[in-house]
């Protein structure tokens, strides 16, 4: 019978190691993913780093073509001046899902507004003032 053999305090220490730089490194990978449009999308749409996914503006998990009818919204609007164009996209008051919340309000609320099948939890109305109260569209003014 084979008899388990305790870890020395030094192997413990190594294997912890190997196991913080094997998780930087995976954390730096998916970061490193991310295109530069959605760091500052999020940063100019107040949004929450961490949750805001590919699925945003595309519709597959990973990126790239296609869009979600809210991506190709600001990709057949797209200059070079990214922010610029994020900011005139949402101003046009579009309702690229057709969900019955224009572009604006879904991201204010924190939905998304290339999925019909997410919603505000507030009725249009409610949430327009609310918006407009908040600041409307110079909240996601490029500064
Ligand atoms: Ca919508």
């Keep these: 019978m084979v008899k ?4 020395s305090a030094s192997q ?11 998780g930087s490194l995976q954390l730096q990978s998916d970061s490193s993913a991310f295109p530069a449009y959605r ?3 999020v940063k100019q749409l107040h949004l929450v780093d961490e949750r805001v996914k590919c699925t945003y503006c595309h519709v597959n998990a990973t990126g790239g073509d296609p869009w979600n009818p809210f991506g190709q919204e600001i990709q ?5 001046n990214f922010p610029q164009t994020l ?5 046009e008051k579009n309702d690229a899902d057709g969900d019955g919340y224009f572009d604006a309000l879904e991201v204010f609320s924190g939905s998304l507004p290339g999925d019909k099948n997410t919603m505000p939890l507030v ?3 409610t949430l327009k003032e609310r918006f407009e109260k908040a600041g409307g569209f110079e909240l996601f ?3």
């Design 39 to 41: 760091a500052m999308a």
């Design 141 to 143: 003014k490029p500064q």
């Design 76 to 80: 057949d609007a797209l200059t070079e």
């Design 123 to 125: 009725d249009a109305k």
């Design 12 to 22: 413990y220490v190594f294997g912890i190691g190997v196991l913080i730089s094997f």
């Design 87 to 91: 900011y005139e996209v949402l101003k």
């Design 4 to 7: 388990p053999q305790r870890l």
